[in-house]
């Protein structure tokens, strides 16, 4: 059931907000972060929490749904959950950022990677954001940026 996991798991999210509007708002990284931290021990609230509020949150509630059918099935399977780190938050340019995280489980650990892209000066859109169980694919760290 892993190696047929390995296959490349994603959920393309496009322009779901990251509003920070209100002033002290966290940035991209502590949402995701807090995402990574929920999604094994709560991944529908976990995909809630990252969106609700989000400019288009009712927009892209499909997609929403599909990332929360994909990791109801998946995290259950890959064990104990025991943190994150974070591989790499590189800024492409001055509104486009790539976060790629390992969340660390039992079993096998899943690569997260995220790109935001800047709207405004406190507002940030996941544009796409993808989870991976094969590590050692190199198509999937090349389409990874790793």
């Given at each position: 059931?892993?190696?047929?996991m390995?296959?490349m798991?994603?959920?393309?999210?496009p322009?779901?907000?990251?509003d920070?509007?209100?002033q002290?708002?966290?940035?991209?990284?502590?949402r995701?972060?807090?995402f990574l931290?929920g999604?094994?021990k709560?991944?529908?609230?976990?995909?809630?929490?990252?969106?609700?509020g989000?400019?288009?949150e009712?927009?892209?509630?499909?997609?929403a749904?599909?990332?929360?059918?994909r990791?109801k099935?998946?995290?259950p399977?890959?064990?104990?959950?025991?943190?994150?780190?974070k591989?790499?938050?590189?800024?492409?340019?001055?509104?486009?950022?790539?976060?790629?995280y390992?969340?660390?489980?039992?079993?096998?650990?899943?690569?997260?990677?995220?790109?935001v892209?800047?709207?405004?000066?406190?507002e940030?859109?996941?544009?796409?954001?993808?989870?991976?169980?094969?590590?050692?694919?190199?198509?999937?760290?090349?389409l990874?940026g790793l």
């Open positions: 059931m892993i190696r047929t390995g296959w798991l994603a959920a393309l999210l322009l779901f907000a990251l920070a509007a209100a002290g708002a966290p940035a991209p990284a502590e995701i972060e807090a931290t999604a094994a709560d991944s529908d609230a976990a995909v809630d929490k990252l969106f609700h989000s400019r288009e009712k927009i892209s509630a499909k997609a749904d599909q990332l929360k059918a990791l099935t998946t995290i399977v890959l064990g104990r959950y025991s943190g994150f780190e591989l790499s938050d590189k800024e492409l340019s001055p509104s486009l950022r790539r976060l790629v390992l969340q660390k489980f039992e079993s096998v650990p899943a690569l997260w990677v995220f790109y892209y800047r709207t405004g000066p406190n940030w859109l996941i544009n796409t954001m993808n989870f991976t169980l094969n590590l050692t694919d190199p198509v999937a760290a090349v990874n």
